[in-house]
C-alpha cells in the first residue's frame, strides 16, 4: 500500500484516481513503473489504461485540505475509511507511507485497532522501515509533492529505493 495525505484538489479529486493529474502524480507513477507496480509511467486520468499492480493507493485524508494541513478533527472523521480498507486488504503486508501525516495516520490506525501500544520509538525520517506489532511493515518516505521534488529534497533515486524496499519486502 502507498498511503498519502488526502486526494489533491487538482490531482484526484479531478480524476478519480489518487496522485493522476498532478505534480506529486508526475513524479510518483514513473517511480511505480520502474518499480514494477504500475503498467506505464504516466497517469493522466481515469481512464488512461494504467493499471496497479500488487499496489493500493489510498490516504488518510478523504478531502482535499485547505493548504493541505487537515486539522486534526478531519482526520478523525476520515479515520474510518482508512481503517475499514486495511481490513478488506487481506494480503497487505507493507505500507509506504508518504509523508508525515500519513506516517502518523499509520501509527494511529494501529493504535485505534489494538495493534500497537505505544507510539514510542517510531519516528519519521525519509527511508525508515518499521516492523509493527501486528506483522506490517511501514517504510516512511518524503511525500512527492512538488515542494520536495522541486527543492531535492526527495529525488527519484530516494522514491525508488524506498518502492524497490517495499517490493523486496512484500515478496518474502
Same mark, same amino acid.
Given at each position: 500500500m502507498?498511503?498519502?495525505?488526502?486526494?489533491?484538489?487538482?490531482g484526484?479529486?479531478?480524476t478519480?484516481?489518487?496522485?493522476?493529474?498532478?505534480?506529486?502524480?508526475?513524479?510518483?507513477?514513473?517511480?511505480?513503473h520502474? !518499480? *514494477? =507496480? &504500475?503498467?506505464?509511467?504516466? @497517469?493522466?486520468?481515469?481512464?488512461? /489504461?494504467?493499471?496497479?499492480?500488487?499496489?493500493?493507493?489510498?490516504?488518510?485524508g478523504?478531502c482535499?485540505?485547505?493548504?493541505?494541513?487537515?486539522?486534526?478533527?478531519?482526520?478523525?472523521?476520515?479515520?474510518?475509511?482508512l481503517?475499514?480498507?486495511?481490513?478488506?486488504?487481506?494480503?497487505?503486508?507493507v505500507?509506504?507511507?508518504?509523508?508525515?501525516?500519513?506516517?502518523?495516520?499509520?501509527?494511529?490506525?494501529?493504535?485505534?485497532?489494538?495493534?500497537?501500544?505505544?507510539r !514510542? *520509538? =517510531? &519516528?519519521?525520517?525519509?527511508? @525508515?522501515?518499521?516492523?509493527?506489532? /501486528?506483522?506490517?511493515?511501514?517504510?516512511?518516505?518524503?511525500?512527492?509533492?512538488?515542494?520536495?521534488?522541486?527543492?531535492?529534497?526527495l529525488?527519484?533515486?530516494?522514491?525508488?529505493?524506498?518502492?524497490?524496499r517495499?517490493?523486496?519486502l512484500?515478496?518474502?
Amino acid at each position: 500500500m502507498a498511503l498519502g495525505l488526502a486526494p489533491g484538489a487538482h490531482g484526484s479529486n479531478r480524476t478519480g484516481r489518487p496522485f493522476t493529474g498532478d505534480g506529486s502524480g508526475d513524479f510518483l507513477y514513473p517511480v511505480l513503473h520502474e !518499480a *514494477g =507496480f &504500475a503498467s506505464q509511467p504516466t @497517469a493522466t486520468r481515469r481512464d488512461d /489504461g494504467m493499471e496497479l499492480t500488487g499496489l493500493w493507493i489510498t490516504s488518510v485524508g478523504r478531502c482535499a485540505p485547505p493548504s493541505n494541513k487537515p486539522t486534526p478533527e478531519e482526520l478523525r472523521n476520515c479515520s474510518r475509511w482508512l481503517d475499514e480498507e486495511m481490513r478488506l486488504l487481506k494480503n497487505l503486508r507493507v505500507v509506504v507511507c508518504l509523508g508525515r501525516i500519513a506516517f502518523d495516520g499509520l501509527l494511529a490506525h494501529e493504535a485505534r485497532t489494538g495493534q500497537l501500544p505505544s507510539r !514510542a *520509538g =517510531f &519516528a519519521f525520517a525519509h527511508g @525508515a522501515e518499521y516492523k509493527l506489532p /501486528g506483522g506490517l511493515i511501514a517504510i516512511a518516505s518524503y511525500h512527492p509533492s512538488l515542494q520536495n521534488t522541486n527543492t531535492g529534497k526527495l529525488t527519484r533515486a530516494m522514491l525508488l529505493k524506498v518502492f524497490k524496499r517495499a517490493r523486496q519486502l512484500a515478496e518474502r
